[in-house]
């Protein structure tokens, strides 16, 4: 799969609930080969913005789109990696706001 597959895939399941891609497209596509470099060296799509447990049971809360993104969306504008963004922002190459980490720590370990 290619980047540019993978966020194809990922906008069309996700808008319909939301969830828009960031409008930086060289960011997407640089987020989209890190998922896919996870994929192939974990064999999931973890968040690349989060450290691994390197198990995929453990890690599911971080499975793009991973289990933070609803809150992250609603608080922040944007999830934790900036992949994905509200309506309101969906428009703005620019829009980075700084996201907190939800993740608890005894996750990754």
């Known amino acids: 799969m290619t980047p540019e597959a993978l966020l194809e895939a990922l906008r069309a399941s996700e808008e319909p609930k939301g969830y828009y891609l960031h409008a930086d497209v060289g960011h997407c596509l640089e987020t989209a080969e890190s998922l896919l470099d996870n994929k192939a060296r974990y064999g999931y799509l973890c968040c690349p913005c989060r450290l691994p ?51 608890p720590p005894e996750k990754t370990v």
Not at 84 to 92: I, K, L, Q
């Open 53 to 103: 447990c390197e198990n995929e049971t453990k890690d599911a809360d971080i499975v793009c789109p991973c289990e933070y993104r609803d809150a992250d969306v609603a608080e922040y504008g944007a999830c934790y990696c900036t992949l994905f963004v509200s309506a309101e922002h969906r428009d703005d190459p620019d829009f980075y706001p700084e996201v907190d980490e939800r993740r």
